[in-house]
């Protein structure tokens, strides 16, 4: 059986995903409120992160392996600083449609002893020691945490309360 972690990993990644799916069209690409990011933001901050994390560094494959506009997305934010930049709703979403294939395989595939090992990562990624079970921990705290963010713009305009974290129908078993 697939572990515990790896389970609850599918789980957040689902949460966001149906979180993202549940936004009403009319705020997909504006700040609901001051201080608040914009969803589209939202969903290309997360999608990148989770790409990295699950397709790129828990892999112990180099930066060119993740996905191109999410990529390219991320070194505009870097270069733009603290300011959070454009991202567009429909763009990031479909980028996070071709990321998520890839990391299901790839959480599907965790064993335990997966899970304990420390993957070839580039240089300065990670601490020394750093393991895949500690990068699908903290992947599924990223996307909890991001799909709670979308909640409540979903819920500001006018949607429903996803109930976070939903039914956890993957832990479960």
């Known amino acids: 059986m697939l572990p515990l ?9 689902a949460s966001f995903l149906a979180i993202a799916d549940a936004m009403p069209a009319e705020a997909r690409d504006d700040a609901p409120a001051a201080g608040l990011n914009t969803p589209g933001w939202i969903v290309a901050h997360a999608g990148f992160i989770h790409d990295v994390w699950m397709n790129v560094d828990a892999q ?12 390219a997305w991320f070194r505009r934010q870097r270069e733009a600083g603290a300011t959070p930049i454009d991202a567009p709703f429909e763009d990031a979403r479909a980028a996070l449609d071709r990321v998520v294939p890839k990391a299901t395989a790839f959480i599907e595939s965790l064993t335990d ?11 300065g990624a990670w601490p020394a020691g750093t393991t895949v079970g500690y990068l699908v921990a903290r992947d599924i705290a990223h996307l909890f945490a991001h799909a709670s963010e979308l909640n409540v713009i979903v819920t500001l305009a006018g949607g429903p309360d996803a109930g976070l974290p939903g039914r956890m129908t993957a832990t479960r078993g």
């Open 113 to 123: 002893a997966s899970l304990g090992s420390v993957p070839d990562f580039e240089e």
């Open 5 to 13: 972690i790896a389970r609850l990993l599918l789980d957040a990644q």
């Open 60 to 71: 112990g494959l180099t930066g060119d392996a993740c996905e191109p506009w999410l990529r």
